[in-house]
């Protein structure tokens, strides 16, 4: 903070301070309060209200531990989060390794600009398109019956078709991190194990994963956050069977009507995602401070 006021000085570093904490206030803590409120109080008439009725209760949570499916697919969306997650780790460590010290100049920026240009598109046209390849007669259909794979087209919407869309979708929030935090790396420290006689697993392990840990989990942070609260590829992309829990938020809201039982489902999202994110920060031993970095 005192480096906002060395910079801009006290009058306009007072006005951005300002306008952070005001940003703050309106769009995440007035929001949570309000949200952590409604979850805790029934559902009750406008005429009811500040009554004797109206006091804090943990019903709306109840109902979520007790319902026979929503329980299910709460832990199914954690959980299928953590698999989008490491998918989209899997694929991008060695991209950003190469892109980092293996490509050339022009490789790397052709790569760049082939992954940035889908992005030029919104997600709900990301998820459409991926829709389309899906599809009981799109083109993987197509070309896995054209390889003799197939004798007939299959359906591939489901949870794998969730997953897949969502990989795609945020595979830049994952990469992008790595690949700062690895362009930091010395190279002469990859030839010197290499010249010592280190196999390139040891080297990676030792040398490349511990170095690039804070991009991993800023990038795993950012991954998993956006896919557990994501709603259009759930909705584009998911089977009738394959519900995701930010479905039944938003019929609590907008189809069913009931804010104060969506409140509580989003608040319950919100606590295991942060559960999850502290203990991602505490596997990689990174603070928030330098994940945010």
Not at 223 to 228: D, G, I, K, P
Request: aromatic share 14%; net charge positive; hydrophobic share 55%.
């Amino acid at each position: 903070m005192s480096e906002i006021f060395q910079r801009f000085g006290k009058t306009l570093g007072g006005i951005f301070l300002a306008l952070v904490l005001l940003w703050l206030a309106g769009l995440v803590l007035v929001p949570g309060i309000y949200m952590v409120n409604a979850s805790l109080t029934p559902r009750l008439p406008p005429a009811l209200r500040g009554g004797s009725e109206d006091v804090y209760v943990l019903d709306n949570f109840a109902y979520l531990l007790n319902h026979p499916n929503h329980g299910w697919i709460f832990f199914k969306t954690i959980w299928s989060s953590a698999l989008v997650t490491f998918t989209t780790l899997l694929l991008c460590y060695p991209i950003a390794y190469w892109l980092a010290h293996v490509a050339r100049q022009w490789q790397m920026r052709l790569m760049l600009v082939l992954m940035l240009v889908p992005y030029l598109m919104n997600e709900v046209l990301r998820g459409l398109a991926w829709y389309i390849i899906l599809a009981f007669s799109g083109p993987l259909n197509a070309a896995l019956m054209w390889l003799g794979l197939l004798d007939e087209p299959q359906r591939w919407y489901g949870d794998g078709g969730v997953v897949a869309g969502m990989a795609y979708a945020y595979i830049l929030f994952m990469l992008f991190p790595i690949y700062n935090a690895i362009c930091t790396l010395d190279r002469d420290q990859i030839n010197a194990a290499r010249n010592l006689g280190s196999s390139t697993w040891r080297i990676h392990w030792r040398i490349v994963l511990p170095h690039a840990k804070v991009g991993i989990a800023t990038g795993c942070v950012f991954v998993f956050m956006m896919a557990a609260g994501s709603y259009v590829a759930p909705a584009l992309l998911g089977a009738p069977g394959s519900r995701w829990f930010t479905q039944l938020v938003y019929e609590w809201f907008f189809e069913i009507g009931n804010w104060n039982r969506g409140a509580a489902y989003g608040v319950a999202l919100m606590a295991m995602c942060l559960t999850v994110v502290l203990g991602l920060l505490a596997l990689f031993r990174v603070n928030l401070t330098s994940a945010i970095k």
